[in-house]
């Protein structure tokens, strides 16, 4: 079976400074990774996604993520966050593209300004 | 183009009542999902649908839930004799299974359900 870690439920960080939010999966098989933002009172958004090819993985609004097979991870960076980033990070993983989407806990990220 | 759409925004009910949750997906996209947000909490899976037909149900959480989809289209979560604890975001989200490239899910905005 799948599972996903977030192991930091919250994270803050001062604006303009870097941030890294940790994700960690396991599977027996071959997956796809995602990232997804929530902002207040709103649904998910994809932020970015891994599905073959090159391990660093850009997104949306300054944010990439590297895939590591070895230490089966998966960690969102972003090199200086703004007030704007503050919202909940989720890491999602799938087998395939006919199998349901396993999302890992939520991060809390909150920018001080 | 539209998004996945979801109604009501908002539900509030008394303890007992039957709910129905409608869900919208983004026109020709095969894969539906429903999942469940408790306040503070991350996603917890509900139901998956692939056309019509529903793969995997193994996140319903007592047979007080249920879902159907008709016409590869719209499908409606029906909770019955709701009970406080049913009180979360019900999100639903689509997706393409666009041949052998995976695709993301996009997410309505969730129907915020409150039993009072």
């Known amino acids: 079976a799948q599972s996903v870690t977030q192991l930091d439920s919250q994270v803050p960080v001062f604006e303009e400074a870097p941030v890294e939010l940790r994700c960690n999966y396991s599977?027996?098989?071959?997956?796809?990774l995602f990232w997804y933002v929530q902002y207040p009172n709103q649904g998910l958004q994809l932020l970015l996604k891994?599905?073959?090819?090159?391990?660093l993985v850009k997104g949306i609004n300054g944010f990439e993520a590297e895939f590591n097979k070895s230490q089966t991870s998966f960690h969102l960076r972003k090199p200086s966050v703004h007030i704007s980033d503050t919202a909940e990070y989720f890491c999602a993983v799938r087998r395939s593209s006919y199998d349901k989407v396993i999302f890992g806990p939520g991060t809390s990220l909150s920018v001080i300004p | 183009g539209a998004g996945v759409s979801q109604s009501p925004s908002n539900k509030v009910t008394e303890k007992g009542k039957d709910v129905e949750l409608r869900c919208d997906p983004i026109s020709g996209h095969t894969a539906l999902y429903w999942y469940r947000q408790r306040l503070g909490q991350g996603l917890e899976f509900l139901i998956y649908f692939q056309g019509n037909s529903a793969p995997d149900k193994s996140g319903l959480p007592s047979d007080r839930f249920s879902a159907e989809r008709t016409g590869e289209s719209v499908s409606t979560l029906t909770i019955q004799r709701t009970q406080q604890e049913d009180s979360a975001v019900y999100l639903c989200?689509?997706?393409?299974?666009?041949?052998?490239?995976?695709?993301?899910?996009?997410f309505g905005d969730g129907t915020r359900l409150s039993i009072l």
């Open positions: 599977s027996s098989v071959s997956v796809y």
């Open positions: 989200a689509s997706s393409s299974p666009a041949g052998d490239r995976n695709q993301p899910q996009h």
């Open positions: 891994y599905l073959s090819g090159s391990t």
